[in-house]
């Protein structure tokens, strides 16, 4: 599995900014696909996920409501709309693929390189 994450930058707070990842390796059927971030010195925390078939979304509560996941089955990509950014988001964000949903909140099976947002105050 190989995951190609991109769209990461610097935004003022209150921005938007999409991130997008591409996946291949493998058909992901049943699976699910993720975000992760990490700041230094901290562990790297869910985001959010999607379930490859029904689109089912799951977020952490510091993200509901701004970040919205989607994916697109036919050209396997996954997609992360932040809105209203805060400097607390700031962090490298990685996409992530799972074998279950359960998997995709705490130990995902792949990751992907990272790519660093950046929100000024």
């Known amino acids: 599995v190989q995951l190609q994450a991109s769209g990461g930058g610097l935004v003022q707070a209150g921005g938007s900014l999409r991130l997008s990842c591409a996946a291949s390796?493998?058909?992901?059927?049943?699976?699910?696909m993720g975000w992760f971030r990490q700041t230094p010195g901290k562990e790297r925390e869910f985001v959010a996920a999607v379930t490859w078939n029904l689109g089912t979304t799951y977020y952490a509560d510091s993200v509901k409501g701004r970040f919205t996941i989607s994916r697109d089955t036919t050209n396997k990509m996954v997609y992360l709309q932040m809105e209203n950014l805060e400097p607390a988001d700031t962090a490298v964000y990685y996409c992530?693929?799972?074998?279950?949903?359960?998997?995709?909140?705490?130990?995902?099976?792949?990751w992907g390189q990272g790519t660093q947002v950046t929100v000024s105050s």
């Open positions: 390796g493998r058909t992901f059927t049943n699976w699910a």
């Open positions: 992530t693929a799972s074998r279950t949903v359960t998997i995709a909140h705490n130990s995902p099976n792949f």
